[in-house]
């Protein structure tokens, strides 16, 4: 067997309940060795949320599923009854390609998703809603209460670089995400 995997739409917002409905139908139909594996691809973020740090998952590709199947030989009949599962389930979109006919991802291309999703399960994500050029107040630290802005934005050590005006001088100051709020 060839197992490759494919991008498939579906309703946004929706993708987890679609997911459960895939496994669910494809168990009842005993396609299990035509489609192993349905994933929402997603990546853990630290996100900031009334002065509190919570870790939530953040799909990578809304209105999207991954499904690693079998579908080499579009004429052999437990194929055909996948496809036609799959596209029975209500949400399900279609399978991205042209024509309606499924185009595989490359494995570069699924190695760097799932690469991506085992990363941040790890270690989360930072997700900072700051931009270069936002003006920041500071909350905390030997510059609390200065106004500056953002020169660097640094998620993946959730690091902010500000400059703020002291004495009527710019100084860049390094600081953490938390340390600082839009104005």
């Given amino acids: 067997m060839s ?9 946004s917002g929706r ?4 997911r459960k409905q895939l496994e669910t139908r494809i168990s009842v139909k005993g396609l299990q060795d035509i489609v192993p594996q349905i994933l929402v691809p997603f990546e853990r973020v630290t996100e900031l949320k009334g002065g509190k740090r919570k870790v939530v998952s953040k799909k990578l590709y809304p209105g999207y599923l991954m499904v690693q199947a079998d579908l080499s030989d579009p004429a052999e009949t437990r194929a055909i009854e996948a496809r036609s599962t799959l596209r029975e389930t209500p949400g399900f979109g279609d399978f991205l390609g042209s024509r309606g006919e499924p185009t595989p991802l490359t494995e570069t291309q699924v190695s760097g998703i799932l690469a991506r999703m085992s990363d941040s399960e790890e270690r989360p994500q ?5 931009r270069k050029g936002d003006m920041v107040k500071i909350k905390s630290g030997a510059f609390d209460g200065f106004d500056g802005t953002v020169d660097e934005v640094n998620p993946d050590k959730g690091m902010v670089k500000v400059t703020v005006t002291i004495f009527g001088r710019p100084t860049p100051v390094e600081l953490e995400y938390w340390e600082v709020e839009s104005v």
């Fill in 3 to 11: 197992f490759k995997w494919y991008f498939v739409r579906c309703q």
């Fill in 15 to 18: 993708e987890d309940s679609i």
């Fill in 126 to 130: 930072v997700a900072i809603s700051l």
